[in-house]
């Protein structure tokens, strides 16, 4: 997928996603957002809407997310769609959500929201009977709901970091979410190019590990004096992040889906992740024969 640069924006068909709830209602092993380990906490509606109407001067998705954690949570989820609405930073806003509070959504959710996306865990399933609920209310609402079955997880962080080395090199490159995906993230006043580095630092706080930082790997929103300029500047940048160290993106071993034990939340080290245990070789041997295909037909379009 290709950045377009037009009338002073980067335009992407991409998402960007807001965490309006850092924690969540389950405890799943394997969440990319870390919520099981984040404190409980709602972002104030005033900081969001600063951050997507900032923001929004230089940079137009096909979608902003709101997420969490468990985005219905949050009392306030109505003026969070409104406001992101209301900033014009995408087309479309989207509620992506366990569904476990879904039938608690008021008309004025259904009405306002375009898209509800629901990830249904094996062992924290929505109840059967508010399924058709579901269905009627976005059938009324002209709102498209997904349904989606997760029995798997990828193993994702890890809990001793890699070394800088070409292995953790070619795990950004072949990271569908920051160059592929567009997947990006808005965090306290920060853009960064993928959902890890907002809650890592509080993860591996847990450990007694203090050696990332996730401002090396963001832009500030608010301190940028062209933001067209700097966003595009970031974003099409191909350095790996910092955070990668940490992350196995997209080539790491299956895992059925569970939910954690509170010893492993209290130390998430005892979980012992390591990309020498859990990378998946062949998976991470294709997605790298795949790259390096992609960057030939590349070069050869370019000196045709």
């Known amino acids: 997928m290709k950045y377009e640069l037009k009338n002073g924006k980067v335009l992407t068909s991409g998402i960007i996603k807001y965490a309006v709830a850092y924690h969540?209602?389950?405890?799943?092993?394997?969440?990319?957002?870390?919520?099981p380990y984040s404190r409980k906490y709602f972002p104030s509606l005033e900081s969001f809407t600063a951050d997507v109407?900032?923001?929004g001067k230089g940079l137009?998705?096909?979608v902003i997310e709101l997420l969490g954690g468990e985005p219905l949570l949050n009392p306030e989820i109505n003026s969070y769609i409104k406001a992101a609405k209301e900033s014009?930073?995408?087309e479309t806003v989207r509620v992506t959500t366990n569904g476990l509070l879904l039938h608690k959504m008021n008309d004025e959710f259904w009405r306002d929201v375009d898209v509800v996306s629901v990830t249904m865990y094996p062992d924290a399933l929505p109840q059967e009977k508010f399924i058709p609920m579901?269905?009627?209310?976005?059938?009324?609402?002209?709102t498209r709901l997904y349904l989606r079955s997760r029995p798997q997880f990828r193993a994702v962080i890890v809990t001793e970091p890699h070394p800088h080395d070409w292995i953790t090199k070619m795990i950004?490159?072949?990271?569908?979410?920051?160059?592929?995906?567009?997947?990006?993230?808005?965090?306290e006043g920060k853009l960064y190019k993928c959902g890890t580095p907002a809650f890592l630092k509080d993860y591996l706080s847990k450990m007694g590990r203090n050696d990332y930082d996730p401002l090396v790997d963001s832009f500030d929103i608010h301190s940028s004096r062209d933001i067209y300029r700097d966003v595009k500047e970031f974003l099409i940048s191909g350095t790996a992040i910092d955070a990668c160290r940490f992350c196995l993106g997209y080539v790491g071993k299956s895992q059925e889906h569970h939910q954690l034990g509170s010893e492993h939340i209290a130390d998430p080290g005892l979980q012992n992740i390591?990309?020498?245990?859990?990378?998946?070789?062949?998976?991470?041997?294709?997605?790298?024969?795949?790259?390096?295909?992609?960057?030939?037909l590349e070069k050869i379009k370019g000196a045709a």
């Open 88 to 90: 014009g930073i995408a």
């Open 60 to 62: 137009h998705a096909s």
């Open 53 to 55: 109407n900032r923001l």
């Open 24 to 35: 969540c209602n389950l405890r799943c092993s394997g969440c990319t957002h870390l919520a």
């Open 134 to 142: 579901f269905k009627k209310r976005a059938e009324e609402s002209n």
């Open 172 to 187: 950004f490159r072949t990271c569908k979410d920051p160059a592929c995906y567009h997947y990006h993230m808005i965090h």
């Open 274 to 296: 390591r990309r020498s245990t859990h990378l998946d070789t062949y998976r991470f041997l294709v997605r790298c024969a795949l790259y390096y295909q992609q960057l030939a």
